[in-house]
């Protein structure tokens, strides 16, 4: 379904609501097996009547949000408004609940919902360009609308331009467990009508890693058969100090990183190696995925990377990598190398890895601090490994271990 079909199926719907008529968007099957609708809320009361007749999500975002007095908070797609109000309510008087829809119809819904409710504010735009600043929300909500997108990359990356470092992402959203052959998604579409766009469990995992975040689970909540479930998907933008982000690394990042490179190599104490590759060498030595930089919000200057290589081509150590982690000199000292760690093995967790090694010079007393500090233990010295500046050298082996469900080993 086109966009502007969308808008327009929505915006009728929002007119019915306004007219006290109740409303659905799914086979009446799909709302009693998974409790679409205002159905899946228990805690609804004193809500306005026109926010419950226009329920029409797959879920219940707000009950795993976790909201916080004085956050703030965006639902995508808001609808009639009823998780912009459970939000408001938790969040209190002094944070703040925003409702972003395309449906100008659900917006004037919405408002009329709220009358008399001071921390909310509805806004009429997509959530492929949402109009707030970046940097700005807690969290970020949605119930049965991202599916609906047809450029559902773009949403993954507006939410995370918006979302404050260490913001969550916690969603309501139809997922199916494989891909759907063209005559079951329509004949599945046609009997509950919510599965449209829906990506695979699989694909919602790679498109999150893809943006950025972290931490990522996706929770299967009802059954509506054929492969389809509604589902909740959560997960975290990586938490660093004010001013900067954590984000994948870019091609256009290429001559900061390699200076950050150089600069840690010219101290001695960070490689065998005494001058970074090209950007070439780089990419060529380094997994595509799990490569991350620390920018200022600002201006974009990175001040710190890491990235991972793996130890072996063989499938028998596919989830054993070795990583490097670089902060600016004059940067250093400023917790980014830890928040740069942490966010790199969580996502490593995601991704399923289970070993990360790496090698250490002795003397580098604060790389070794930051690596026992996250679970890195010393499984031992190779002494006098390599010359190093006409020096024979040890080098410090480490690795944390972990299994690929985030438990230890």
């Known amino acids: ?48 009547e026109g926010a419950l007749l226009a329920s029409l999500g797959c879920g219940n975002p707000v009950a795993v949000a976790d909201l916080r007095a004085g956050q703030t908070v965006l639902d995508l797609g808001s ?45 009429h735009g997509t959530i492929e360009a949402i109009p707030l600043p970046g940097h700005m929300v807690d969290v970020v909500i949605s119930n049965c609308v991202i599916n609906l997108s047809s450029d559902k990359a773009a949403v993954l990356a507006e939410t995370f331009r918006v979302l404050k470092p260490g913001g969550r992402f916690g969603v309501s959203d139809v997922v199916t467990v494989h891909a759907l052959d063209p005559e079951l998604r329509a004949a599945t579409e046609q009997r509950i009508g919510c599965v449209a766009g829906s990506l695979t469990v699989g694909e919602y995992r790679d498109l999150l890693a893809a943006t950025g975040f972290v931490g990522t689970t996706i929770t299967l909540t009802a059954d509506h058969g054929d492969g389809v479930h509604s589902a909740i998907i959560q997960a975290v933008k990586p938490a660093i100090l004010p001013g900067l982000e954590i984000r994948p690394m870019r091609e256009s990042d290429a001559a900061q990183v390699l200076a950050i490179y150089q600069a840690g190599l010219d101290t001695g104490q960070a490689s065998f190696e005494t001058v970074a590759p090209s950007w070439e060498g780089f990419t060529a030595g380094k997994l595509a995925h799990l490569r991350y930089v620390a920018a200022d919000t600002e201006t974009g200057e990175v001040v710190g990377w890491v ?97 690929s469900d985030g438990g230890e080993l």
Not at 102 to 109: G, I, W
Not at 311 to 340: D, F, K, M, N, T
Not at 368 to 395: P, Y
């Open 1 to 48: 379904m086109a966009p502007e079909q969308i808008i327009q199926r929505y915006s009728g719907l929002a007119r019915k609501a306004m007219e006290g008529d109740p409303v659905t968007d799914c086979g009446p099957d799909a709302f009693a097996d998974g409790c679409f609708g205002a159905a899946g809320y228990d805690d609804t009361a004193g809500l306005p």
């Open 79 to 123: 609808g009639g408004g009823i998780d912009v109000l459970l939000s408001a309510r938790r969040v209190g008087p002094y944070g703040k609940a925003y409702g972003l829809d395309a449906s100008p119809d659900m917006v004037e819904l919405a408002r009329r919902n709220a009358v008399g409710v001071d921390n909310v504010e509805f806004l």
């Open 307 to 403: 990235a991972a290589s793996p130890v072996s081509g063989r499938p028998v150590y596919e989830g054993v990598i070795e990583h490097s982690v670089y902060v600016h000199p004059g940067c250093q000292a400023h917790g980014i190398g830890r928040a740069l760690m942490t966010a790199f093995i969580t996502a490593s967790e995601d991704a399923g890895v289970w070993t990360i090694q790496t090698g250490v010079f002795p003397e580098n007393a604060p790389s070794l601090s930051l690596h026992q500090a996250l679970g890195f233990r010393v499984v031992g010295t190779r002494e006098r490994i390599g010359r190093h500046h006409g020096l024979w050298r040890d080098v410090i082996l480490l690795e944390r271990r972990t299994g």
